[in-house]
């Protein structure tokens, strides 16, 4: 009896096993594809899409890239940022933020990502040092400090309200915006932001 419960525990071990196996196999035979405009892409193997939880998951990089739009890493956000070069040229349609906006009823800031999506590719973020940022778009560049009333667009100091920091994510003021051109609105509960 003591042999016969031996050979039916190692028959069940060997067939879990096997089970594990040709799973294992049949799942690593069979790698995911990424095709776009009808070319598949030619992604590194530690990079390919996976299957987590019934979803793909695929590269974000890879992806953009061979739709033409660029990709970046924000730090501030933190969040992958991606931008096309058809979006948002001079009068651009109006970027649509939601309710993502605060106001005092007389100035209006908004998540500092949104204003990477008016000005659209080629916009850069980056912090150089504690509380200090600088955006730059094409030729034009701001720097501004969290908590202070100043800000310099292309080396002048403008006056504006105050940037800060609301559940960690940063708000800046649209006026630091005003002189490369942005505008806001709020319609209804939606704040528009206006590339002239």
């Given at each position: 009896?003591?042999?016969?419960?031996?050979?039916?525990?190692?028959?069940?071990?060997?067939?879990?096993?096997?089970?594990?196996?040709?799973t294992?196999?049949?799942y690593?035979?069979?790698?995911?594809?990424?095709?776009?405009?009808?070319?598949?892409?030619?992604?590194?193997?530690?990079e390919t899409?996976?299957?987590?939880?019934?979803?793909?998951?695929?590269?974000?990089?890879y992806?953009?890239?061979?739709?033409?739009?660029?990709?970046?890493?924000?730090?501030?956000?933190?969040?992958?940022v991606?931008?096309?070069?058809?979006?948002n040229?001079?009068?651009?349609?109006?970027?649509?933020?939601?309710?993502?906006?605060?106001?005092?009823?007389r100035?209006?800031?908004?998540?500092?990502?949104?204003?990477?999506?008016?000005?659209?590719a080629?916009t850069?973020?980056?912090?150089?040092?504690?509380?200090?940022?600088?955006i730059?778009?094409?030729?034009?560049?701001?720097?501004?400090?969290?908590?202070?009333?100043?800000?310099?667009?292309?080396?002048?100091?403008?006056s504006?309200?105050?940037?800060?920091?609301?559940?960690?994510?940063?708000?800046?003021?649209?006026?630091?915006?005003?002189?490369?051109?942005?505008?806001?609105?709020?319609?209804?509960?939606t704040?528009?932001?206006?590339?002239?």
């Amino acid at each position: 009896m003591f042999t016969r419960n031996r050979r039916w525990l190692f028959t069940g071990s060997l067939l879990t096993l096997l089970f594990f196996c040709l799973t294992a196999y049949s799942y690593g035979a069979s790698p995911i594809h990424i095709v776009v405009n009808g070319k598949v892409l030619d992604i590194p193997t530690k990079e390919t899409p996976i299957l987590v939880n019934g979803r793909v998951m695929v590269p974000a990089r890879y992806v953009a890239e061979a739709l033409g739009a660029t990709v970046s890493w924000n730090n501030l956000i933190p969040a992958v940022v991606i931008n096309s070069e058809a979006k948002n040229d001079s009068n651009s349609e109006p970027t649509r933020l939601g309710s993502s906006y605060l106001t005092n009823g007389r100035d209006i800031w908004v998540p500092f990502h949104s204003i990477q999506q008016c000005f659209g590719a080629g916009t850069d973020t980056e912090s150089i040092g504690e509380n200090k940022y600088v955006i730059t778009f094409g030729k034009n560049k701001i720097e501004f400090e969290l908590g202070n009333g100043t800000a310099k667009a292309n080396g002048e100091s403008i006056s504006i309200p105050s940037a800060f920091i609301v559940q960690g994510m940063v708000y800046v003021p649209v006026k630091m915006f005003q002189p490369f051109g942005v505008r806001a609105h709020i319609d209804g509960d939606t704040c528009v932001l206006q590339r002239n």
